[in-house]
């Protein structure tokens, strides 16, 4: 029963988000049904966590009626608004299948039922083992059951240095959406609350896979779905229900929606975008790095455009929304106590100077991390050869913009290493390779941009590489 | 040329990926069988489950020169999970508890299992960050001051008790020391 209710609580968060979706993307025909349903999972993620912190901001504890409430209004609204689009979520999405050989549509089942083998392996896995992660029980665990008791108006929580540990200032968006499920299966469940595994592997395959079909065929989608999804590293912390893959999935929502609304002027992916980018705000503080640099980067982009019409567009579904949504948690957070580390205020340029000794041991480590096969087999050096072969193809136009949503984030983050008042060696232990999943679906986004560009796979010529559609 | 390249490199990675599915299937048929406490207890000790490992080279290394010398070392985290989790279906949920024994495992993870029973390691204001000081920000009670605690509204103390802990009722009706 326990897990009965969990299961109806997470089908209240996806309902939400397939409203949500409907209402905001008019033309849910140009997105693959296999991407809706994935970004409706995070859309569900982003309203149910809102509604339940302005809930328990009000003095109310978690409770199914704030779910209940959501998915009444958002289904209502999208029933009064967009009935002739609810019918699209049931009609199959626009033909992808790549001309060529048979043999592709072989290795098309093939990929399909290995991503299938993939989320099916590692979801009866997680089921069966309760939540035990380290930083899950003492940081994001302990927040969603502590806010089942107490709600944000009276508890003494975010105040009190003796939970200092379990960093008082992280946002609770995953925390959450953990209540939620524990409100569905009635107690806090170490068990029940893990059906948000297979939810999220299924959101990351789909979404990914749908984002990235909007321009590149199916048999390209599906090999870089693939091999996203076959990377232990994400797995294992996506099993472990850690909050860094929940970031890397709204990081990927945003970084693509963005990025196709630049290229195609696609004004779905746009708002989109715009919810995503909050998701990432709302999800850890290092997605604050993320947003600045997604930020600098339209902004370049559109100011080389100098189209007025898109600079409001922009301004509004990327500055406005995410700062509007996420200002409340804002509010909440600059009363905070800063008791763990404080690198806002580290960043002085004198502590910089005075650490650059640091960066040979960094590189070091962090070339460790990269290079280990048991966590990335060899992606990592991988896409490095694959950047460095096709240079001229992404050095130069849109994919620019791609690169440096993905790296630059991974470029503030070594800064942060060079002032961090701990030993590096000890950070990089504990944090290296979860934050290399922050941008890690981007970057698989990115190589699949990239091979597609210079039409590095057999199959690619017969491809038009911009729509994705054949030449023929 | 080039493209088949590609293609290939991309294909060992993805079948790789499959490869590397097999440590979830072995430890789903070694978790099945056993009990919830169990079940935790093992897939939180970093020397069984591979996902505890996930991401930690040095915790691998050290693992793997441990497991050369032969000297296999109980796990903190496992034991206190175990623990932890058992007390849980015990502890009156307005329980207000006092760790005398400051472990970090048993800490962090009690403040989890117990809530929103309270657990403290000082009876004062405290700031705790982590590891390095817990045990600085932490108080030792003699086991005569015990009424002390009782008077401050704590209703359990959590002692060290030979290789684990275990938990004293300060109630009238539990064990007094």
Same mark, same amino acid.
């Given at each position: ?13 996806? &309902? ?23 970004? &409706? ?29 959501? $998915? ?122 893990? $059906? ?19 321009? &590149? ?39 693509? &929606?963005?990025?196709?609304?630049? $290229? ?12 995503? $980018? ?195 | ?44 000790? /970093? ?38 989790? /058992? ?6 949920? !307005? ?24 657990? !403290?390691?000082?009876? /004062? ?53």
């Amino acid at each position: 029963m326990t897990r009965v209710g969990a299961l109806l609580a997470l089908l209240a968060l996806w &309902a939400c988000g397939a409203a949500l979706l409907t209402l905001i993307a008019p033309a849910p025909d140009r997105l693959p049904r296999s991407a809706r349903a994935g970004l &409706a999972f995070g859309l569900g993620l982003l309203v149910i966590s809102q509604s339940l912190f302005a809930a328990s901001w009000l003095g109310a504890t978690p409770a199914w009626w704030v779910g209940a409430l959501d $998915v009444a209004a958002l289904g209502g609204l999208a029933l009064a608004l967009r009935r002739d689009r609810l019918a699209d979520w049931l009609r199959p999405a626009r033909a992808q299948a790549t001309p060529g050989p048979g043999w592709l549509r072989w290795l098309d089942r093939g990929l399909l039922a290995g991503l299938v083998l993939v989320v099916a392996t590692v979801s009866l896995y997680a089921l069966t083992e309760p939540l035990v992660e380290w930083d899950v029980l003492a940081i994001w665990a302990t927040k969603a059951k502590l806010l089942l008791f107490e709600p944000i108006a009276t508890t003494g929580y975010f105040q009190d240095l003796s939970k200092g540990y379990s960093h008082l200032d992280y946002p609770l968006l995953w925390p959450l959406s953990l209540s939620w499920i524990w409100v569905g299966a009635g107690s806090p469940d170490l068990w029940a609350v893990k $059906v948000l595994v297979p939810a999220m592997l299924a959101a990351y395959a789909a979404s990914f896979y749908g984002l990235l079909s909007q321009r &590149a065929d199916r048999s390209t989608s599906l090999l870089f779905t693939s091999l996203l999804l076959g990377l232990p590293m994400l797995l294992s912390q996506i099993a472990r229900m850690q909050a860094d893959p929940v970031l890397g999935y709204f990081v990927m929502g945003a970084g693509a &929606a963005t990025w196709l609304w630049l $290229v195609d002027d696609r004004r779905d992916c746009l708002r989109l975008a715009g919810l995503f $980018v909050t998701g990432v705000l709302l999800t850890k503080n290092e997605g604050l790095a993320f947003y600045a640099v997604l930020l600098v980067a339209t902004a370049a982009v559109l100011l080389r455009e100098g189209s007025r019409q898109r600079w409001q567009a922009g301004a509004l579904w990327l500055g406005a929304l995410p700062a509007a949504v996420s200002s409340p948690w804002f509010v909440l957070r600059a009363g905070i106590p800063r008791v763990s580390e404080n690198y806002t205020g580290r960043l002085d340029p004198q502590i910089f100077l005075e650490n650059l000794h640091r960066i040979p041991e960094i590189l070091a480590g962090v070339g460790a991390y990269l290079l280990d096969s048991r966590d990335w087999l060899l992606f990592w050096p991988a896409l490095a050869a694959l950047l460095v072969l096709a240079v001229r193809h992404w050095i130069r136009g849109p994919l620019l913009f791609l690169f440096v949503l993905a790296e630059a984030p991974l470029l503030i983050y070594g800064v942060i290493f060079v002032i961090t008042p701990w030993r590096p060696a000890d950070l990089l232990e504990f944090s290296a390779s979860r934050l290399l999943l922050h941008t890690l679906p981007l970057q698989v986004f990115l190589a699949a941009e990239v091979v597609r560009s210079a039409r590095l796979l057999p199959w690619l010529d017969r491809v038009d590489t911009r729509s994705g559609q054949s030449s023929a | 040329m080039l493209r088949s390249a590609t293609f290939l490199a991309i294909g060992l990675l993805v079948v790789w990926g499959l490869v590397a599915l097999v440590p979830y299937a072995a430890m789903y048929s070694t978790l099945r069988p056993l009990s919830r406490a169990e079940r935790g207890e093992l897939a939180s000790d /970093e020397a069984q489950s591979f996902l505890v490992r996930a991401g930690r080279v040095d915790l691998r290394r050290r693992l793997a020169l441990r497991s050369q010398r032969g000297t296999a070392l109980p796990s903190p985290p496992a034991n206190a999970w175990r623990w932890g989790y /058992e007390e849980s279906l015990r502890l009156p949920a !307005d329980a207000k508890i006092y760790l005398n024994d400051p472990r970090a495992a048993v800490y962090f993870y009690g403040t989890f299992f117990w809530l929103p029973a309270r657990l !403290d390691v000082n009876p /004062e204001p405290v700031t705790i960050t982590g590891h390095a000081n817990l045990k600085r920000g932490a108080r030792r009670v003699p086991e005569s001051d015990f009424a002390e605690l009782e008077r401050r509204g704590y209703s359990h103390v959590v002692t060290r008790a030979h290789e684990s802990f275990e938990i004293v009722d300060l109630s009238p009706a539990g064990e007094v020391p």
